[in-house]
């Protein structure tokens, strides 16, 4: 996953998990709650990781697997929750993949074609 990835990961999840909170009508839900906590700390790594100019630098590897090591808690207990199964978080960490306008209208062309 790039940087910018893993930023658009943690920002889906700040905006979810609350949302979720509601849903699911909970008053308070520690293990949730903790994940909120989480992300200003993710963000941070991610900052430092992204500091050398390089996202693959092998200065940062210590920093990268730490990130990762927290994302797989917080989808672990995503998942726990039931707020999310394991094939939506494998869709959330793929990446984004832009066809662009050109490819759909040949596309689209090729298909009227006989």
């Known amino acids: 996953m790039t940087i910018d990835k893993c930023?658009?990961?943690?920002d889906r999840y700040e905006r979810e998990i609350p949302d979720?909170?509601?849903?699911l009508r909970r008053q308070h839900d520690p293990a949730l709650e903790h994940l909120l906590t989480?992300?200003?700390?993710?963000?941070?790594?991610?900052?430092?990781?992204?500091?050398?100019?390089?996202?693959?630098a092998a200065v940062?590897?210590?920093?990268?697997e730490k990130f990762?090591?927290?994302l797989g808690f917080m989808q672990g207990v995503l998942y726990s929750?039931?707020?999310?199964?394991v094939l939506e978080m494998r869709d959330h960490n793929r990446p984004t993949?832009?066809?662009?306008q050109d490819w759909v209208t040949r596309m689209t062309s090729e298909d009227d074609e006989p």
């Open 81 to 85: 929750e039931g707020l999310f199964t």
């Open 97 to 100: 993949i832009s066809l662009g």
């Open 38 to 56: 989480m992300i200003p700390k993710m963000r941070t790594m991610l900052d430092e990781i992204g500091a050398t100019g390089n996202q693959y």
């Open 7 to 10: 930023r658009e990961v943690l």
């Open 68 to 70: 990762m090591r927290w």
């Open 20 to 23: 979720a909170v509601k849903r």
């Open 60 to 64: 940062n590897v210590e920093r990268t």
